[in-house]
């Protein structure tokens, strides 16, 4: 079966625009996350849902950063009026409890 | 709160001899214990988890790791380091007490030196 895929895989753009990036999780999990890593650094929360409850904000550095997900699969974070700070790759995780995340590969996002 | 300490940023050793990298956890319940390994550029792939059982796990790539609940303690070993091996590691915990929520160690780069 296929993993998590993410797309696109790599985004440059203009800070004060938005940005929307896209999370397929595996099929059947029912967690689903989202992490923001800089470079060589750790990973840092941002969103998380599980199945039909509310998802978990406390994450989310700002309010321009959203996300939302669609008949309990595919997920899409967004980011309104980028600045640079944004700059990092976004990761998307899904998981069946109570086991391990599968992580996708990842959005690398460059604000300029 | 529940929390997960990785000491260690860096960790260097020489191939062929012993490594660890150390992780220790904090939570309310009983944890979930994973390990993660990620190579240049590339996402995070899963190595091993200790969820109940045994407290020595196996995981991929030689790895293995002891939880070892009185030190709240979760180091990840491999007995012979090789140069392939070097990476940035993370550890994670998920509380059973606080749903799906993981909670993530800064990480430590292991170098292997030929």
């Known amino acids: 079966g296929a993993g998590v895929s993410q797309s696109p895989s790599n985004k440059v753009t203009e800070k004060g625009k938005d940005v929307e990036l896209r999370c397929d999780p595996i099929?059947?999990?029912?967690?689903l996350y989202w992490y923001r890593q800089s470079l060589g650094q750790g990973l840092e929360f941002l969103i998380y849902?599980?199945?039909?409850?509310?998802?978990?904000k406390s994450g989310l550095p700002s309010d321009r950063f959203s996300a939302e997900r669609t008949g309990g699969s595919v997920s899409t974070l967004t980011i309104q009026r980028t600045q640079q700070e944004d700059s990092a790759v976004y990761l998307c995780?899904?998981?069946?409890?109570?086991?391990?995340?599968?992580f996708g590969p990842g959005t690398r996002l460059t604000v300029t | 709160a529940q929390s997960v300490a990785q000491p260690e940023d860096q960790v260097n050793v020489a191939e062929g001899n012993p490594l660890t990298v150390k992780c220790t956890y904090s939570?309310?319940?009983?944890?979930?214990l994973f390990w993660y390994v990620q190579y240049p550029n590339r996402g995070l792939q899963f190595l091993l988890k200790?969820?109940?059982?045994?407290?020595l796990v196996k995981g991929s790539y030689g790895f293995e790791a002891e939880f070892n609940k009185s030190q709240t303690s979760f180091h990840l070993k491999k007995p012979s380091a090789l140069v392939s091996d070097s990476a940035l590691y993370f550890c994670?915990?998920?509380?059973?007490?606080?749903?799906?929520?993981?909670?993530f160690g800064t990480g430590t780069s292991l170098t292997v030196i030929p």
């Open positions: 995780a899904s998981s069946l409890a109570p086991g391990e995340q599968y």
């Open positions: 099929s059947g999990h029912t967690a």
């Open positions: 849902f599980q199945g039909n409850s509310a998802p978990d």
């Open positions: 939570v309310s319940g009983n944890p979930y």
């Open positions: 200790y969820i109940t059982g045994d407290n």
């Open positions: 994670a915990v998920r509380d059973e007490n606080t749903g799906n929520q993981f909670y």
